[in-house]
């Protein structure tokens, strides 16, 4: 027992070492981070294509696009990593000062957003509050916001301008020519799997998802999928990742609020005015936010995010100095240290903050709403206006009608009275019209209406 203890030993302690902050020696120390991470693994995220033999809600326990068992280890596992390398900056008790958690408002995010945390804040001395689960987790708050309201963790659908510029894109001849060139596997997916093929680029990919998710769980795959899954199917899924940041605008609109809460959060650490003042803040999210930060960054290399995939943005305190830099890290895998990446516009992986802030600021958007509603502003103004002379003619044409009618009036009303007077009155002189309800008036236009209608049929 003691020999098998000493050889497992170093490779645990090992693993130890390479989970604490490697870079600290290095770039300097670490005084505050913002994370995102992906959720963990999860079952088919909707009801599937229309042929699938596993899309029957039986083949999933948990319910469509939920977090699993296996997703929820992942997850775990992540927060005990994650107290390793922040052991120095993160202290073990739990303090709502010391952190933040931003979730998506969905499910398996929230509940991957929990499973981390059981990882990263196992309780501590008076933090144990129950015999039993007391002693390994306890619960931590995990903020969230519907969709529309959020504008750090968007998907784009609560800016406008975005959805109008992605439109532009998806009916743009370059994304037509990538129809044109891919009919032949749209036909055959369409033929064989039954989707209708209105949107291919997404169709694919989320067929692409499905096949993973069911190979995943060691489903059998029906043959007509050999030809196609994974590389034709994952060409296309990794492209309908790009399209969200497609653009310098694409990628502002979309990712300009997240940028910019992250460069403010460094800021004011290294000023020392960030209230509470926090060591970590962390975001859990999704696959398309992962790829989209990072091509937003023009750091992605393309490659779909595996599940509990991180991106760390770090900020340090070069030693001897008060120089701060800014290191951005991908953790992409369970069983590889982060990959350092090198942010355009900046000299080194280890970048000065006012550097950093420089080469993002063409993505880091200033005024949200404004930027977002811009142009639809301006369409509305125009709608506004243009309405606004609309019924303005409409009036003066109301008026022009009224005018004229007032004199064809008093013409006719002067031949009326005339032939009024031309007909003997019958009527009794001593009517009452005050009490008959009638006016003078009233009575006399009927009288001479109808004399002349008399008249005329004569």
């Known amino acids: 027992m003691q020999k098998i203890i000493l050889v497992l030993f170093p490779l645990f302690y090992g693993e130890l070492c390479m989970s604490i902050d490697p870079l600290a020696d290095k770039y300097g120390e670490l005084i505050f981070a913002s994370i995102i991470y992906r959720h963990g693994d999860r079952s088919i995220n909707h009801e599937s294509y229309p042929t699938d033999p596993y899309r029957n809600a039986s083949y999933w326990s948990v319910g469509y696009g939920q977090l699993t068992n296996k997703g929820k280890e992942r997850h775990y596992l992540l927060g005990k990593w994650l107290r390793n390398r922040y052991s120095d900056l993160l202290p073990a008790i739990y303090s709502l000062d010391d952190i933040y958690i931003h979730s998506t408002n969905i499910d398996r995010a929230l509940m991957s957003a929990g499973a981390n945390l059981a990882g990263l804040y196992p309780p501590q001395k008076d933090?144990?509050?129950?015999?039993?689960?007391?002693?390994?987790?306890?619960?931590?708050?995990?903020?969230s916001l519907s969709p529309m309201e959020d504008k750090i963790l968007t998907f784009g659908d609560n800016c406008p301008r975005y959805i109008e510029e992605f439109h532009k894109l998806m009916n743009s001849s370059?994304?037509?020519?990538?129809?044109?060139n891919h009919t032949e596997l749209y036909n055959y997916v369409k033929e064989h799997s039954g989707l209708e093929m209105k949107n291919p680029i997404y169709d694919l990919q989320f067929l692409y998802d499905v096949l993973l998710v069911e190979t995943e769980y060691?489903?059998?795959?029906?043959?007509?999928?050999e030809s196609v899954y994974p590389d034709k199917l994952q060409e296309v899924a990794e492209l309908s990742f790009k399209l969200q940041t497609y653009t310098p605008l694409l990628k502002k609109l979309n990712y300009g609020m997240l940028i910019k809460e992250i460069v403010n959060h460094m800021e004011l650490k290294s000023n020392n005015t960030l209230i509470?003042?926090?060591?970590?803040?962390?975001?859990?999210?999704?696959?398309?936010?992962?790829?989209?930060?990072?091509?937003?960054?023009?750091?992605?290399?393309?490659k779909l995010p595996a599940y509990a995939s991180t991106v760390l943005f770090e900020l340090r305190k070069?030693?001897?100095?008060?120089?701060?830099?800014?290191?951005v890290s991908y953790k992409n895998s369970s069983n590889h240290e982060p990959y350092l990446l090198q942010i355009p516009g900046c000299d080194s992986v280890a970048c000065e903050l006012s550097q950093f802030s420089k080469a993002v600021s063409p993505y880091t958007s200033i005024n949200w709403?404004?930027?977002?509603?811009?142009?639809?502003?301006?369409?509305?103004?125009?709608?506004?206006?243009?309405?606004?002379?609309?019924?303005?003619?409409?009036?003066?044409s109301i008026l022009i009608y009224i005018i004229n009618k007032k004199y064809i009036f008093c013409y006719c009303g002067r031949d009326y009275q005339k032939l009024y007077h031309a007909v003997?009155?019958?009527?009794?002189?001593?009517?009452?019209?005050?009490?008959?309800?009638?006016?003078?008036?009233?009575?006399?236009?009927?009288?001479?209406s109808d004399s002349a209608a008399t008249t005329s049929d004569v």
């Open 127 to 143: 933090q144990i509050w129950n015999g039993e689960i007391g002693h390994v987790w306890q619960p931590i708050p995990i903020h």
């Open 174 to 180: 370059e994304i037509q020519n990538y129809h044109k």
């Open 276 to 302: 509470p003042d926090r060591k970590l803040w962390v975001y859990s999210a999704h696959d398309t936010i992962i790829a989209g930060i990072l091509n937003t960054l023009n750091v992605y290399d393309g």
């Open 369 to 396: 709403y404004k930027e977002c509603h811009n142009n639809i502003i301006d369409n509305t103004h125009l709608l506004y206006y243009g309405g606004m002379v609309v019924i303005f003619l409409i009036l003066i």
């Open 424 to 448: 003997p009155r019958e009527d009794n002189e001593n009517t009452d019209y005050e009490h008959s309800g009638k006016s003078r008036v009233a009575v006399s236009y009927r009288m001479n």
């Open 218 to 225: 060691n489903y059998t795959l029906p043959n007509w999928t």
């Open 318 to 327: 070069m030693k001897n100095s008060k120089t701060f830099v800014v290191t």
